[in-house]
């Protein structure tokens, strides 16, 4: 029994508790694998990478804190919706269906949701026909921050990518790109025109990861290289660590129409709740 009268006893409930809600976090914001290679991830640089994603290879995983930090970007996107429309704009979150704008290609095995389209109140005096794509973002007190001013393309190209991919996908030519410092709350606000030549080589990029048999190469053959130091499938990549046991990473499935994999063991589509699983034939990719 703990007593609340003892400074150590409330030094160490202040522990249990703290490792409580991490832990909570942890499993509460996890979502697993990804089914779709996402609009978000193809700015990547390493094909190999953004493969063995798809192929759920090695799942990433993250601790309570992280997971909390991940959903203040997400948190944040109702603050800037009431922002654009406390100062005039029109802004549209979901389809007529009442459903998120999204993008989708490669037999439904790639896509990315829109954070929403919005036009600028007549006080602007730029044409009412005029649909911007939104997109919302966060990021600490940094570089990653103060260079977007310079330009987006640059200090962000993966987002840029991102926003590239909707416009191309939506016919919309022009990107509302709003960031917030998450640690003093001051917004940088950019109007970039998207690069539909970037968003159609990346649905390009995207089919062509997909469909792979094989892995791509890889950024670097030097597991030292930066970027694969911190590269989550690290071991895999240059180790011969062997991947996640399911339907994904064996060799004998391959992704089909309407998002869904087929395995040329049993010669018929896999359920989604058994590709989790995978079977005594899995043999890895």
């Known amino acids: 029994m703990l007593d609340l009268n003892n400074k150590d006893d409330r030094n160490k409930l202040e522990e249990l508790i703290t490792d409580d809600i991490n832990q909570f976090c942890a499993t509460y914001y996890e979502s697993g694998h990804r089914k779709h290679l996402g609009a978000s991830e ?16 090695k799942r990433q995983v993250h601790d309570g804190r992280i997971l909390r930090l991940f959903n203040v970007g997400h948190s944040a ?14 802004v549209r979150e979901f389809d007529e269906n009442g459903k998120q704008f999204r993008i989708s290609g490669a037999n439904g095995h790639y ?11 007549a006080r602007y005096e ?43 996908k939506k016919g919309l030519k022009y990107g509302l790109y709003l960031i917030e410092n ?6 940088t606000v950019k109007i970039v025109i998207l690069d539909w030549n970037l968003g159609a080589q990346m649905e390009r990029k995207a089919e062509e990861i997909i469909f792979a048999k094989e892995p791509p190469p890889r ?15 690290r071991d895999i990549c240059h180790k011969g ?12 499935c391959s992704p089909v129409e309407e998002g869904q994999w087929h395995c040329s063991k049993f010669n ?10 995978g079977c005594p034939d899995w043999l890895p990719i």
């Open 42 to 57: 193809l700015g990547e640089e390493c094909w190999r990478k953004l493969w063995y994603g798809f192929r759920w290879t």
């Open 77 to 90: 996107e109702p603050r800037f919706i009431t922002y654009l429309r406390g100062i005039g704009f029109e």
């Open 111 to 121: 896509g990315g949701s829109l954070d929403g389209m919005c036009k600028a109140p």
């Open 126 to 168: 730029i044409s009412e026909d005029v649909v911007l794509l939104n997109e919302y973002k966060t990021n600490g007190t940094g570089a990653g921050y103060t260079n977007v001013v310079k330009g987006l393309q640059k200090a962000k190209p993966k987002h840029f990518a991102q926003m590239s991919q909707y416009g191309f």
């Open 182 to 187: 998450k640690n003093d709350s001051d917004i």
């Open 219 to 233: 950024i670097s053959d030097n597991p030292a290289f930066q970027a694969c130091q911190w590269c989550h499938q």
């Open 241 to 252: 660590e062997q991947p996640e046991r399911n339907c994904r990473s064996c060799r004998q």
């Open 268 to 277: 018929d589509v896999v359920p989604d709740d058994f590709i989790v699983k």
